[in-house]
Structure formats: structure tokens, C-alpha cells
């Protein structure tokens, strides 16, 4: 088994309640599913959409940059799977596709 | 995956009341604002992290670091708030007060109040139903407007309305305990109009009507909890409601269709919810006035009593409808009389009572009046004035499932008529 992460990219936060709902449990039988399944490593944690950029020798420190709001990570999970291509089989059932978002699939480095 | 959607909403009616106090009457919306904020940040937390042991407790940890923090921020524009600015000025103060608002007895209280608050008498009852099924339930404008088959708009408009009525007045949480008496007729009245668009209501999803009884429940108990206010009236009120509850899992079938009266399996009818009504029945003996709550909570048990429809006591049943006439006399208490006559002495009696009612317009728009008339004759052997008044009672039904049950009354009709 090798661990890959999952970064979420973009898609659109629920506007109503109801609507949240319902993506709320959308996500929680994926996931629920995937545990079940012993593919996850650490469930990980949602993002804030703010933050701070720091750069250049002297540390600059700047708000964002957003990039488009496609591509800002809204939380990440630690996943554990055969290959890259089954991680990426897996991450197939995600429900942020419904909602304009994405998964980016990341294998980690191993020593 | 099993969430109680309910007492999500439960939980967003008690932090908007919570945030109103800490906020101000006049920041309701900003209460509000907050109130959906911390619920969609919970979902997105929820969403990878699963949903926590006590969601409630969650929120309400959420809702109350949110009202903190916002303070903080707004410590210059602290004036603008509530009556409870001068203790947002210092950190010594700030938290002990917003805990204090956030405690469980201090929310119920706080929740009493604005159900009073919401029954000002400058609302109109609509509106006050309306006010408390979006400030004390968290319901949104859709979700009544659904419920009470109006417009999205309509109801949204009303409640901005009720909304900027309650702002203008500074009192909302300093009711006086000699105003709330005055008021408590009106909030009865709001919660019995509440539980019955639930009951006999016209949305045709029975799970709205059930949530809009258990909404009505859980607000008269909060009365009930407090004795400053409640009285016993309260108690024959809540008997209505427990009897109505227990029956109401056999008031439709496993479609979602309409049982009547006479074909429903009363052993599905909750035995524990009718034990509870008695005892609301019993306390609310003794004052000095009979209030129509009082009649309609023993009507309801009269039917409760009775194993099968055969053992209905229709003697007390024509007796209570009789004495409801005189208290509060409607066309529709007048058709239940006519019933109740009917299953005593015959159909034909019935009959001429139902037609010896004034017609209004309230009751010719009522689908279950021709419907009445129509299962009374048919049980006089007139199958086909029954058929007619059938057919004129579904171009009345206000909802599917109404249409349904009454097609389903015509058909038989017209079985009979044929035989």
C-alpha cells in the first residue's frame, strides 16, 4: 500500500443550509465508504478560502494570491491505495465533481 | 448515514434567538447572517471530518466563539448593539455574558420570549405563525411557504415585515412578566394554528405536516416549563396536540394516502403520546373558564377511548360539539356535529343538519364538506347523490393526496350506485 493525498480544488460552497446539507452527506458516505474500504490514512482537514502568501529571500508577505477559485485547496485527505491509478479510481466517487470542483491526486514521496 | 435534520433546525432557531439577545432586537438579520454562517462552516468541517457525537453542542460552541469574536471586532460600534453593549466593552465581562446568553435555561427563556414577542398583537396571525416558524424554528421562507401552499415571496415579504415590527419595538426580551399574560392567548392560538396546518394541513408531504406538529409540541412544552406563564388553557392546548400526535401515524397509509376515520388501524395509534394527553387533559381541569382547547382536547380523547369506530361515544361526541357551538361556533364544528348527530341517530339526520348550515365561503371551498354530505348519503342508500358531491369535493381537494382519498370515496360511491 502507498499513501497518496488528495488535495480539493475549488468547487462551490452550499448557499442555503438544505443545500449544504446535502453536500454534507453526500461526502460523508464517500468517505465513510473509503474507511470502510481501509483506504484512508487521515481523514485530514477542510481549509479556510483566506490566507497569507509568504515569499522572495526577505519573506515578503502578501494576501492570497487567489488564483481563480477553481484552483484554491479546500481541504485535503490522506489516502492509502494500491497504485496511482486505483488512488485515482477512487477519488472518481467524490462528490465535489457535482459542484465544479476537482481532485488532485498526489502520491507521497517515499524514502 | 442518519442525521436528525430536525434538530439541526431546532438548533438554528436556538442560536438566532441566542444571537438576537446578544445583538439586538434591531440585528435580528445579522443574528440570522451568523446563524447560517456557523451552520454552513460546520457542514464544511463535517464533510471531511464526519459529523461529530453531539452536533448540537458543536454548533452551539460555534455559534457562541462566533458571537465573541465578532464582538471583539466590533467593540467600536458596540453602541449600536444591544442593551447588553456596556458588558461588551470589557474582556472581564464580554465572555461571561455571551456564556451566560448560550446557557440552556437562559436560551429556553430567551426562546418563551420571543415566541411572546412574535404574538405582538399588531401582527396578524399569519404572520405571527410565520414569525415564530422562521425565528424559533429555523425555517426558511420557502420551507412555509411550501408548507402553507402560499408564494415564496409572499411569506418571505411577510416575515420582513413581522421582522422590522419586532425591531422597532426595544422590548423584546424585557417583556414585562405582567405583558406576558396578556399575550399568552394569542400565543396559544398562534401554536394551535401552527399544530393544525400540521394535522389537517394542505402540504402534501405528510413528513412537512408531521415537522410543523412537532414544532407546535416542542413550543407548547416550553410554555408548559415555565408556570409564570402557562396556564390551563396550556394544559388542554398540549392535550390537543399529544391526542392529534398519537393518532398521526395512522391518519396515512405507507403512499402517503388519507385514512379516514373509520378505517384507521387504531392499535398504530401511540399509546404513550395518549397516556401523556390524559394526564395534559387532567391538569388542565379545574380553572374557571372552558376554553375550546378544553373541548377539542376531550373530543380527541373521546375518539382516543374508543378500541373500534363501533365504541365511539357519539352522545359525548354531539354533547361537546354542541357546547363548542356556543364557544367558538364555525361552519366546520358545525359539520362535526352533523357527523357525530348523524352516528346517533341516522344519516338522514346528519344530512339535514349539514344542509341546514349557512354556507360561506370558507366552507364552499372546504373539500371536506360536500365530502361529508356525500359519505352520508351514500350510508342512506343514495349512491348517486353521493357520487355528485364526491366529484364535487375532488374539484375542491387541495392537494394530491387529498384528490386521491376523495377518488377513491367517489369510486366506491359509484360501486354502490351500480349494485
Not at chain 2, 363501533?310 to 357527523?339: G, Q
Not at chain 2, 357525530?340 to 365561503?361: C, E, H, K, S, V
Request: hydrophobic share 45%; net charge negative.
Amino acid at each position: 500500500m502507498s499513501e497518496f493525498v488528495y488535495l480539493y480544488r475549488g468547487g462551490q460552497r452550499a448557499e442555503s443550509p438544505d443545500e449544504g446539507e446535502k453536500q454534507m452527506q453526500r461526502w460523508v458516505a464517500w468517505l465513510t465508504d473509503l474507511a470502510a474500504k481501509g483506504h484512508i490514512k487521515d481523514q485530514g482537514q477542510p481549509l479556510e478560502s483566506e490566507g497569507k502568501v509568504v515569499r522572495g529571500k526577505n519573506g515578503a508577505v502578501t494576501d492570497g494570491p487567489y488564483p481563480e477559485s477553481k484552483d484554491i485547496v479546500g481541504g485535503y485527505t490522506l489516502i492509502e491505495a494500491e497504485n496511482l491509478t486505483q488512488a485515482a479510481e477512487l477519488a472518481g466517487g467524490c462528490p465535489i465533481f457535482e459542484f465544479d470542483g476537482l481532485v488532485e491526486v498526489r502520491p507521497v514521496m517515499k524514502m | 448515514m442518519d442525521l436528525d435534520e430536525q434538530s439541526f433546525r431546532r438548533e438554528s432557531g436556538r442560536i438566532v434567538t441566542a444571537l438576537s439577545r446578544i445583538f439586538g432586537l434591531a440585528h435580528i438579520s445579522l443574528a440570522e447572517d451568523v446563524a447560517q454562517d456557523v451552520f454552513c462552516r460546520a457542514l464544511e468541517v463535517w464533510k471531511l471530518r464526519g459529523v461529530p457525537d453531539n452536533p448540537s453542542a458543536w454548533l452551539m460552541t460555534a455559534a457562541k466563539n462566533r458571537a465573541i469574536d465578532l464582538l471583539r471586532r466590533e467593540r467600536t460600534a458596540r453602541n449600536h448593539l444591544s442593551e447588553l453593549g456596556r458588558a461588551y466593552e470589557s474582556e472581564w465581562t464580554l465572555v461571561p455574558t455571551v456564556n451566560g446568553i448560550f446557557s440552556v435555561e437562559t436560551i429556553e427563556d430567551d426562546q418563551l420570549r420571543m415566541m411572546f414577542s412574535c404574538c405582538d398583537p399588531h401582527l396578524p396571525e399569519e404572520t405571527q405563525v410565520a414569525l415564530m416558524l422562521s425565528l424559533l424554528c429555523g425555517f426558511t421562507a420557502g420551507e412555509i411557504a411550501a408548507a402553507f401552499l402560499s408564494k415564496r415571496d409572499a411569506i418571505a415579504k411577510r416575515i420582513e415585515r413581522g421582522k422590522s415590527m419586532l425591531a422597532s419595538c426595544k422590548t423584546l426580551f424585557d417583556l414585562s412578566e405582567r405583558e406576558l399574560p396578556s399575550r399568552l392567548a394569542a400565543v396559544h392560538r398562534a401554536l394551535y394554528l401552527l399544530f393544525n396546518e400540521g394535522y389537517h394541513g394542505a402540504s402534501p408531504r405528510a413528513a412537512v405536516r408531521a415537522e410543523l406538529c412537532r414544532e407546535a409540541m416542542r413550543l407548547a412544552k416550553l410554555l408548559l416549563g415555565n408556570p409564570r406563564v402557562s396556564s390551563r388553557e396550556t394544559y388542554a392546548l398540549c392535550a390537543l396536540m399529544w391526542f392529534g400526535a398519537a393518532r398521526l401515524p395512522s391518519r396515512v397509509d405507507s403512499r402517503g394516502d388519507l385514512i379516514s376515520l373509520y378505517a384507521q388501524d387504531r392499535s398504530r395509534w401511540d399509546a404513550g403520546l395518549i397516556g401523556k394527553a390524559n394526564e395534559f387533559l387532567d391538569q388542565s381541569a379545574g380553572g374557571t373558564e372552558l376554553t375550546e382547547y378544553h373541548i377539542e382536547a376531550a373530543i380527541a380523547s373521546v375518539h382516543c377511548a374508543a378500541a373500534r369506530i363501533e365504541d365511539t361515544d357519539w352522545a359525548r361526541l354531539l354533547w361537546l360539539y354542541d357546547v363548542l357551538m356556543t364557544i367558538r361556533p364555525s361552519p366546520v364544528v358545525a359539520l362535526n356535529r352533523a357527523i357525530a348527530l348523524a352516528n346517533l341517530q341516522g344519516p338522514q339526520f346528519g344530512i339535514d343538519a349539514i344542509r341546514a348550515i349557512p354556507q360561506t365561503d370558507r366552507l364552499a371551498a372546504y373539500p371536506f364538506f360536500p365530502a361529508a354530505l356525500a359519505e352520508l348519503e351514500l350510508r342512506a342508500g343514495d349512491a348517486k347523490s353521493a357520487q355528485r358531491d364526491f366529484e364535487a369535493a375532488i374539484a375542491l381537494a387541495r392537494n394530491p393526496m387529498e384528490r386521491r382519498f376523495l377518488e377513491e370515496r367517489a369510486e366506491s360511491a359509484k360501486r354502490e350506485g351500480v349494485r
